[in-house]
């Protein structure tokens, strides 16, 4: 079985750029999430999905970031415009309804 | 807003010693915890979860949960330096959908 996969796994941006990261889940999860770590804040979630619908957009988050979920086998997240602050590891999950997430191997973003 | 503290923050331990990692939620409706690993570079992978009074063992891991006080604790017995990484516990609320996390605590197993 194939995991979540996560693309591009790097990303340089200038600031001010529009960016978009993709993710593949787990085939048959019905749970997606969208997740930023870095160091000081740890995981942060940005948007969560339930059967391709929107369940939480992230509250902070939702001035500049929108995730999407076109069908149940991708999703993607923009962010828009960039920002230096947004340097940081983009975690997309997913899981069958409450049981163990599972985690893409991530893309690390740099906004210059 | 839902709060997981771990503790420490980072831990180093002896080839072959004990580690133990703490983490406690500040919201009195989390039912349910997990423990995850992260190793440099890598993805989290779910390592163990708890959700009764007690403990659990699954090889050299040991999980404990106190509900009374929202605190769980995870044990590393014969620590081997692949267990060298970024361990994070997150916690659910009960009839909740999202995982909140904690920032970790990053341990280094000396050979």
């Known amino acids: 079985d194939a995991g979540v996969t996560q693309t591009p796994r790097h990303e340089v941006a200038e600031k001010g750029q529009t960016i978009i990261l993709k993710c593949e889940p787990v085939?048959?999860?019905?749970?997606l999430f969208w997740y930023r770590q870095t160091k000081i804040q740890g995981l942060e979630l940005l948007s969560y999905?339930?059967?391709?619908?929107?369940?939480?957009d992230g509250g902070a988050f939702k001035d500049r970031f929108k995730a999407e979920m076109l069908n149940s086998s991708f999703s993607t997240l923009k962010i828009q415009p960039t920002e230096p602050k947004d340097s940081a590891v983009y975690l997309c999950?997913?899981?069958?309804?409450?049981?163990?997430?599972?985690f893409g191997a991530g893309t690390r973003l740099s906004v210059l | 807003q839902q709060k997981v503290q771990q503790s420490p923050e980072s831990l180093i331990v002896p080839e072959g010693g004990m580690a133990s990692l703490n983490c406690t939620s500040s919201?009195?409706?989390?039912?349910y915890f997990w423990w995850y690993r992260q190793h440099s570079g890598k993805s989290p992978k779910m390592l163990m979860s708890i959700f009764s009074n007690g403990e659990k063992e699954e090889g050299r891991f040991t999980v404990h949960l106190n509900k009374a006080s929202l605190h769980t604790s995870l044990h590393i017995r014969d620590s081997q330096p692949s267990d060298s990484a970024l361990y994070l516990c997150a916690a659910r609320r009960a009839m909740g959908y999202k995982l909140t996390f904690g920032t970790g605590t990053s341990l280094l197993v000396d050979p």
């Open positions: 999950a997913s899981r069958q309804t409450e049981n163990t997430l599972y």
């Open positions: 919201d009195r409706n989390v039912d």
């Open positions: 999905f339930r059967s391709k619908s929107l369940m939480e």
């Open positions: 085939s048959g999860h019905n749970d």
